[in-house]
């Protein structure tokens, strides 16, 4: 009965489980992974967030949605855990992916072999450059791009990944989702507009360099003691005189940095861009949507 009661609960949470609960799972499932191939039968909420990177008041907040309390003074049982989360993310099968664009970038993710041992196969390489099709790459070969919707059907194809130039990128998206593709992973860097109940998530690597570049402005913004330099009045000037900017560089370069960094998430939240339905909207956690311009592969 109290098995039953658990997974009546876990089936009332599935639907209301947090986005940014959500971009967590897979940080989860990563670690979890790596412990049952080293035969680890229990983890901690503490080491767990540790190798998460996470706190452990946060893991048990996350792991609570799925009905998983695990046992005081034991831990959590890695395969339980490992198979709740894994179903939780749809895992518990292949998904089948369809990659448009087979430039550098899309070269590179489709000869990827971490895809499947997470359980995607790229079934399918599209591309509009006559010098590519035919070409095999991870074993699949690239296809012209007419030929998407034979494809997405035969293969029974949920998932799109889009590494072409911006230019193209809204036109591949549109006849991604008139081919029945409902997910979108999206290299190019371009906000894509979708309809309702077509998830998507940005990818933008370029922005993920112009944060890390923030970080640094700051870093060297600041006095050698760390933390932000504070503003202090130029060499000279009188007490209760008119303001002014300093003529410290350090602080020149504060007052102009920018307030923060664009926020990154799936649906406002999360490590990566995410849109469900209507225009994908701003960037959000591991990389996201501000506009650079140019090709995504």
């Known amino acids: 009965m109290t098995e039953l009661r658990r997974a009546a609960g876990a089936a009332r949470g599935r ?3 947090p986005e940014a609960t959500v971009a967590r799972l897979p940080l989860y499932l990563r670690v979890l992974t790596s412990l049952a191939d080293r035969a680890v039968r229990t983890v901690s909420s503490e080491t767990l967030a540790k190798a998460a990177g996470m706190t452990s008041a946060k893991v048990r907040k996350d792991l609570s949605y799925l009905g998983s309390y695990g046992t005081r003074g034991v831990g959590y049982d890695v395969d339980f855990l490992l198979g709740r989360i894994a179903a939780e993310l749809g895992l518990t099968e292949d998904r089948t992916v369809v990659l448009v664009g087979v430039g550098n970038l899309g070269h590179a993710l489709a ?11 790229v079934v399918a390489l599209l591309d509009v450059d006559p010098d590519r099709i035919g070409e095999s790459v991870g074993g699949v070969a690239v296809s012209p791009l007419d030929e998407m919707e034979a494809l997405v059907e035969r293969n029974q194809v949920t998932i799109g990944v889009i590494c072409t130039p ?3 990128a809204q036109a591949v998206c549109d006849r991604l989702v008139s081919a029945g593709i409902t997910s979108i992973l999206n290299f190019a860097p371009i906000a894509l507009s979708v309809p309702v109940g077509v998830d998507v998530r940005k990818v933008d690597l370029a922005v993920e360099l112009q944060i890390l570049s923030f970080h640094e402005a700051r ?24 303001s002014g900017e ?21 649906r406002g939240t999360g490590p990566l861009v995410g849109t469900t339905g209507g225009t994908s909207g701003a960037a959000t956690g591991a990389v996201t949507g501000a506009k650079t311009g140019g090709e995504a592969s």
Do not use: C
């Open 111 to 121: 000869g990827y072999a971490g895809f499947r041992s997470r359980g995607f196969r």
């Open 219 to 242: 870093k060297r913004s600041a006095p050698a003691t760390g933390g932000v330099a504070a503003p202090t009045r130029s060499p000279g000037r009188r007490a209760g005189g008119r």
């Open 15 to 17: 639907s209301s489980v």
């Open 166 to 168: 911006a230019a193209a």
């Open 246 to 266: 300093s003529d410290d560089p350090r602080l020149a370069m504060v007052t102009r940095a920018p307030t923060g960094p664009p926020t990154l998430g799936t």
